[in-house]
């Protein structure tokens, strides 16, 4: 369903702008751009053995430690089979409680109450630390998608979720130009407002509303000026162009993040899912006819990620996508 596919990608939430306050602040920024780089590029221990560098620099800081459990559930549901299968299509498949291994659930929650607790005595030292406000909004998020895609306690994650977006609110406050801040913010408008009015005011009842249009706003204004959150808004927002129908949008995004990020996959068949999402739309209508040259560069994709042998372990998917595409293709053929 939807609502579990954008909370999948609020874990993506983890990026941070401006300066740190401990000494090696060039360090951890360098250490915090690899570690994304490695992880949007699916190197997840690359990208934690960065972040554990990261840990180990400032053991007071909580970048490492929400980075790292960022890193172990962004990985948990990447390789998660139903996740993977409903996140590039609008099929809806069984909404089955996903199996998940305790050993993994308790990494993931040593990680966060770890950069709660990190991030909260910094907020005891000082309450107007903006870092540390971020940060804590940060893991909240990550907490919230736990608590929706794994545990199915949607309420749970909606609180938790708008304890997020009031710290990350409050950091605006304090520093307007924290651009990146205002993901979680942008994404909760999104999502409320996309909701069924009985679910709408369902989520008023614990003080929750929100605007599709301000929602998007918000995202597209960090994917243009923000800092550590540029790509994750471009992440965020090629799901919600296609939900959108904005088609052009979600190609352009989509092909952004696959030519940044060539060994994400991912990123590759969300770009082949988005461009015959607008061949069969265009077919429906009853547009002029599609160029025959825009179907085989979808197909290409496809033949282009089986034929690369560092992706021989997902061969069942790729087929998977590309049987599913096929069958939309010709389904809204003449």
């Known amino acids: 369903m939807f609502w579990t596919r954008i909370l999948f990608l609020l874990v993506s939430l983890t990026a941070v702008a401006g300066q740190t306050t401990t000494p090696p602040t060039q360090q951890l920024d360098t250490l915090r751009a690899e570690g994304y780089e490695a992880l949007y590029n699916l190197d997840y221990e690359g990208a934690r053995r960065r972040f554990q560098k990261m840990v180990d620099l400032a053991r007071d800081h909580p970048a490492g430690p929400q980075c790292f459990a ?41 990680w966060t109450r770890r950069a709660k607790q990190l991030a909260e005595a910094r907020l005891r030292r000082n309450a107007r630390d903006v870092e540390a406000l971020y940060f804590l909004g940060a893991t909240e998020g990550l907490e919230a998608a736990y608590s929706a895609a794994v545990e199915r306690k949607f309420m749970s994650a909606l609180r938790t979720g708008s304890s997020a977006v009031g710290h990350h609110r409050k950091v605006l406050e304090l520093s307007p130009q924290y651009y990146d801040a205002e993901l979680t913010i942008g994404l909760q408008n999104y999502v409320i407002g996309s909701l069924p009015l009985p679910l709408k005011m369902l989520a008023g009842t614990v003080g ?126 003449s």
Do not use: C
């Open 70 to 110: 960022a890193s172990l559930w962004i990985q948990q549901l990447n390789e998660s089979w139903e996740l993977k299968s409903t996140l590039y299509s609008d099929k809806v498949y069984k909404n089955e409680k996903p199996k998940v291994d305790s050993r993994q659930v308790e990494e993931f929650r040593k």
């Open 208 to 333: 929750v509303r929100g605007s599709k249009k301000r929602g998007l706003k918000d995202l597209e204004h960090v994917a243009s000026e923000g800092k550590w959150g540029r790509d994750t808004a471009r992440v965020l927002l090629v799901d919600l162009y296609k939900r959108e129908k904005r088609w052009d949008d979600a190609i352009a995004t989509a092909r952004e993040l696959s030519v940044r990020y060539p060994r994400n996959y991912l990123f590759k068949l969300q770009l082949a899912d988005a461009m015959a999402l607008k061949i069969a739309a265009a077919r429906k209508a009853k547009k002029p006819i599609v160029d025959p040259a825009e179907e085989r560069a979808v197909f290409e994709i496809f033949e282009s990620l089986l034929r690369d042998k560092t992706f021989a372990a997902q061969t069942q998917l790729i087929n998977f996508r590309r049987t599913e595409t096929a069958r939309l293709l010709k389904s809204t053929g």
